[in-house]
């Protein structure tokens, strides 16, 4: 089956990406206009033709709530143009981590934008959502999505920049994650144990003590939003005689002051994939992106 004509169209923020994907892709792109009246409300337009192509919007979902309803203005102006599918890039997929009713009377809302998304998109690229509960984004989108692997491209970076790289996670939960990343880069790897006290209070303890001698720290995690267990990670390996570590991570999640935190630490280096444009970004996944939407469109 050939893939129809492409266009990428960059949501509010996101022109870098929607550059690189078409760049790889081979076709146009353009940014969505955005106009916001006095009370809020939001108009978008497309200053590109879209009558019978693939309109891919690309834009990661961090602040999701100001950016998902432009995102769906866009996705039905779109198909109302005529355009033969519209699909979406988000790097970042937000409300995954609401995956349960904690308490009596929550939203579950990871099940509710998956419902609001796939009613109005043809397909969905993401990059390791956060899946804790759900096995896969299957469970709860009903449009066919992708999900890009950062681990190969996260391995790559390490055994070129790093020679003797000794990968530790946060938690127990990354235990998976970083254990892919340490096989592919041919490295040791362990995790430490972690307790939450809440939001912004954690503690953490290296579980092995190596030895690891001549190996550098490299503190391994998905998602950093405030960076608290990174920073309560740096203290244990500090107590435990290692020297500074590097951090990186998938999803640059940063609050206003994180990198200072993570830095105050003695961090020595952040590294993050260009998921969430953050001046940490170091590690690219247009060519993967890329790919996933060109399966996609040529199979939906």
């Known amino acids: 089956m050939t893939v129809p004509a492409l266009l990428v169209v ?23 206009a955005l106009h916001q009246f006095p009370d809020g409300e ?3 337009r497309l200053d590109a033709p879209v ?38 890039v988000a790097p970042y997929l937000a409300y995954m981590r609401q995956d349960k009713r904690f308490k009596p009377g929550e939203a579950v ?11 109005a998109l043809d397909f969905l690229v993401t990059v390791d959502p956060h899946l804790h509960r ?8 009903t449009m066919p999505t992708t999900v890009v692997a950062a681990a190969p491209l996260v391995a790559r970076w390490l055994a070129r920049q790093l020679p003797q790289p000794l990968l530790i996670g946060p938690d127990s939960e990354s235990a998976q994650w970083v254990g892919e990343v340490a096989r592919l880069a041919g490295a040791p790897w362990t995790v430490m144990a972690k307790t939450r006290r809440g939001d912004r209070e954690v503690t953490v303890r290296l579980a092995e003590t190596g030895p690891w001698p001549g190996h550098t720290p ?43 935190r993570l830095k105050a630490a003695g961090i020595r280096r952040v ?7 953050h001046p940490s970004n170091a590690i690219r996944l247009a060519a993967p992106l890329a790919l996933a939407v060109r399966d996609l469109a040529r199979q939906v």
């Open 271 to 277: 590294v993050t994939c260009d998921t969430i444009a």
């Open 134 to 141: 759900w096995r896969s984004l299957d469970e709860i989108y």
């Open 42 to 44: 939001s108009l978008v």
């Open 10 to 32: 960059a949501l509010p923020g996101a022109d870098a990406l929607a550059a690189a994907l078409a760049g790889r892709l081979r076709c146009d792109h353009t940014a969505l």
């Open 109 to 119: 809302t990871s099940r509710s934008y998956a419902r609001l998304l796939s009613g």
């Open 51 to 88: 009558k019978g192509r693939c309109v891919v919007l690309a834009g990661s979902l961090d602040h999701p709530d100001g950016k998902t309803l432009p995102l769906l203005f866009a996705a039905d102006a779109a198909r109302e143009l005529g355009a033969r599918k519209v699909g979406l």
């Open 218 to 260: 490299v503190l391994l995690d998905d998602i950093v939003s405030t960076g608290q267990t990174l920073v309560a990670a740096a203290v244990a390996l500090a107590k435990a005689g290692l020297p500074a570590p590097v951090c990186v991570a998938v999803h640059a999640l940063f609050d206003a002051e994180a990198l200072a």
